[in-house]
């Protein structure tokens, strides 16, 4: 059993410069001068480094078999997106490998690409361009997105008309109808109406059932133990652990307890007289 | 390829019942992602396969520009020729700047077409990275397509400008010659030379902002180192040369032989040829390299 998403050792260094403008090379002699100049005794940046970086992703590996649904949880600032940009392209690993074996879409964000000023037909079609879907594909699938969509006539009118309602259900119909062999998914369900997140998760359901694999960032342990089989956590950069999903979801259950535990103690402690 | 799975697997069974015969992988990967070494390809096929998108990006560039106006595409022709009638006076008339035996605005305007061309593709290529933060941070495909869907988009303008030309040269009575076949070529060269530029300069906005307040002026500039405004025989015969290694002269000089039945000069217009094939070269292999980084910077 092959895997169809191979993460091998991915890591990724942002530099936080102090200045306003970020220089991605090394400075040059000229900036290091004026830096030691300006201040000679500056104290290291907090998140370590000497130089202001911060390690979103260190050493990250793991292993997605074909038709797998994987969630992967964490606290914030886990480096979950950064993960997700990295598998989508968007941002270059500083370090690592990635093999993708099959066709990847990525939904980091509902409505890419939608222009205000255009009509809600004129952005299904440049929303499905931009996303990847070729001009037949989204004339064929036109009047299926139009009816998930269910905004009527004002298809033809402005979307900076359209209430946010209707540019959701108009933004993620088009992402439903993508046909990736992986889905890679980013917390997008996390915002619209009772009804539209009931819609969203009957189309997940429609395609983890159809075979698709399917990476999943949420923050909603209950999605991962209805939708998931595998999960992944990740804390600081590093995956904590992996597994089952129930397993993994028990695991950050616990992990979150015992912190909120030790900061009761703590705030306890440092409250006492 | 992808097979097609069968239809009554429930989620339990899925994870015990899988075998390698109903998932067909590919023995290589279709991707692979790693950290890029400095020599990057320019990745042609990628391009080649996202061309519906740049012909989307530009229709939208289009569709959106005229919205919401009641002149619409009319604004593509009305400028410049209002330029062209206040340049013909103040230039044309009294500052009586000779134009080799042409009409001052023709003259001008053959020029102003080109210009307003390649200026605004430069312009627009420029800023159009910044301008699609949102994609870039979203989306993957190949960055390319951004600043020449600008430019590409510049191109209806030009059509649409040049039905003033053809009018002036009716009005002229300027005849066809042999020359107009070298008139899409010199379209071609332009944008050539518009996206060599226009893409370099995108790269290094994302980096430097400072681009954004250097360029008009650098545009600015350079329309009065061309010889639009004025012909190029303005020029004292010695220091000719240093208007021909502006690459800009050999083409506008070249468009305005093809219309008025001068011989071409074919050596300044070799250097633009050169000049823009290298540029836009160069300009797509800095942008390249500067690409790895454009989410994070920008």
Known sequence: MRPIVK??????????QPREAPSVRYPTLRESLVKMARSPFARNRMNGGSDGTVWALRDV??????????????????????????????????????????????????????????????????????????RR???????????????????????????????????????????????????????????????????????????????????SLGMVTQHCQRALLLDGGLIVTSGSAQAVVDYYDAMCDQMRSTEADELAASSAP | ??????????????????????YDLPDKPLLTIEARKSWV???????????????????????????????????????????????????????KVPTDGVPYPIFFYTGLLLWT??????????????????????????????????????????????????????????????????LLPLVGLTTVLALGVGIWFSALNVKYRDV?????????????????IYPLSLVPEEWRWAMWLNPVTGIVEAFRCALFGRPFLWAPLGYSFVFSLVMLAYGAYAFRRMERTFAELI
């Open chain 1, 137 to 219: 594909e989204i004339e064929s699938k036109f009047d299926e997105i139009v009816a998930f969509a269910d905004v009527g006539k004002f298809i033809d009118t402005a979307v900076k008309h359209y209430s946010s309602g209707m540019y959701l259900r108009l933004a993620f119909a088009v992402t439903a109808h993508l046909d990736p062999e992986v889905l890679i998914v980013d917390e997008v369900l996390a915002v619209g109406d009772g009804n539209f997140q009931r819609k969203c998760l009957q189309k997940m359901d429609d395609v983890t059932r159809s075979g698709r694999t399917v990476l999943l960032v949420t923050h």
């Open chain 2, 41 to 95: 390809p320019l990745n042609l096929r990628d391009l080649w396969a996202c061309r519906e998108l740049l012909y989307f990006l530009m229709w939208r560039d289009i569709k959106v520009r005229y919205k919401q106006t009641v002149l619409g595409a009319a604004w593509a022709v009305i400028q410049p020729l209002v330029t062209m009638i206040i340049f013909t006076y103040f230039f044309g008339k009294l500052a």
């Open chain 2, 117 to 182: 061309f390649f200026s605004n593709g430069v312009s627009s290529g420029a800023n159009s990275l910044i301008g699609n933060s949102n994609l870039i941070t979203k989306v993957y495909f190949p960055r390319l397509i951004i600043p020449s869907a600008a430019i590409g988009a510049g191109l209806l303008d030009f059509a649409i400008a040049s039905i003033l030309l053809i009018g002036l040269l009716v009005y002229y009575g300027f005849p066809v010659t042999l020359g107009y076949l070298m």
């Open chain 1, 61 to 134: 590996t793991f292993e997605v078999m074909p038709g797998e649904v994987m969630g992967i949880i964490g606290p914030n600032g886990a480096g979950k997106s950064t993960l997700l940009k990295i598998l989508s392209r968007i941002i270059e690993p500083t370090s690592g490998r990635v093999e993708l074996y099959g066709r990847v879409a990525s939904l980091l964000e509902v409505g890419t690409g939608f222009h205000p000023d255009l009509s809600g037909r004129e952005n299904v079609f440049l929303n499905g361009a931009i996303l990847g879907m070729k």
């Open chain 2, 212 to 228: 954004r307040y250097a360029l008009p002026f650098l545009i600015q500039m350079w329309l009065f180192v061309s010889p639009i």
């Open chain 2, 1 to 22: 390829m992808f097979a097609t799975k069968t239809t009554n697997r429930s989620s339990l069974d899925r994870n015990n019942e899988q075998s390698d015969v109903l």
């Open chain 1, 7 to 16: 993460v091998e050792g991915i890591s990724k260094r942002f530099r936080i």
